[in-house]
């Protein structure tokens, strides 16, 4: 149990779908952040939320669209992707404070056809 | 290029053997975290560390400050050891930097 759980594990969608990726936290952390890891790549940040406001957006398409409703949940709406978009995606968090110890989630796997 | 750099990318040993992954960052940082990652893709902090050196079971991790430098080390590895091994560092606020993690297999 690490604290951060994701929804779905698995996702396998159609360019033309619409889904969403789900992260749940409950260990106090007003920090929440999306990852995108793709094979043989460093994590590459998409979005990071500090106290339900959104503070990053790392030159994502708009394709990804994140939605925090408060500072335990964290969504990430995926809309007409590309096959390019598989990849791992991995929710995390952290406090606030300089040298808050980051945690993750189990990470989405999506697949796109 | 990369604020972290890792070494090696790939590693494989023998079990028993001490194992050795090298991180170096070119950024000012107020924390480093070593992190595991297994294959089914979860990610586990292992270590978060300022200065100094930390020990946890048959892990230790150490850091040097002013040479921007630090190492996992894997004592008496076993192949549940096998992962992959990811340096991060923490510039300040929300700000992580990633390295693109070594691969580690343990052989019985």
């Known amino acids: 149990e690490t604290g951060v759980t994701q929804t779905p594990r698995h996702l396998v969608m159609g360019m033309t779908n619409k889904k969403s990726l789900k992260c749940e936290q409950h260990?106090?952390?007003?920090?929440m952040y999306w990852y995108k890891q793709s094979a043989k790549k460093p994590l590459e940040l998409m979005f990071v939320?500090?106290?339900?406001?959104?503070?990053e957006n790392n030159s994502v398409p708009s394709r990804f669209s994140p939605e925090c409703p408060n500072s335990s949940h964290l969504f990430l709406h995926l809309h007409t992707l590309q096959p390019e978009d598989s990849a791992l995606y991995l929710c995390?968090?952290?406090?606030?404070?300089?040298?808050?110890?980051?945690?993750f989630g189990e990470g989405s796997r999506l697949t796109v056809l | 290029k990369n604020e972290v750099e890792q070494s090696p990318q790939n590693l494989t040993a023998q079990e028993g053997e001490f194992i050795t992954i090298n991180c170096s960052y070119s950024?000012?940082?107020?924390?480093l975290h070593w992190l595991q990652q297994h294959p089914g893709g979860g990610i586990v902090s292992l270590f978060m560390?300022?200065?100094g050196k930390k020990k946890h079971g048959r892990l230790i991790a150490t850091i040097n400050i002013q040479e921007k430098h630090s190492s996992l080390h894997i004592t008496a590895s076993h192949p549940r050891d096998s992962a992959v091994y990811i340096c991060?560092?923490?510039?300040?606020?929300?700000?992580?930097?990633f390295g693109t993690g070594t691969s580690l297999t343990v052989i019985p």
């Open positions: 260990l106090g952390h007003n920090a």
């Open positions: 560390l300022s200065s």
């Open positions: 950024v000012g940082i107020s924390a």
């Open positions: 991060a560092v923490r510039e300040g606020g929300n700000q992580f930097y």
């Open positions: 995390a968090s952290s406090s606030m404070v300089g040298s808050g110890e980051l945690f």
């Open positions: 939320y500090n106290f339900k406001e959104q503070t």
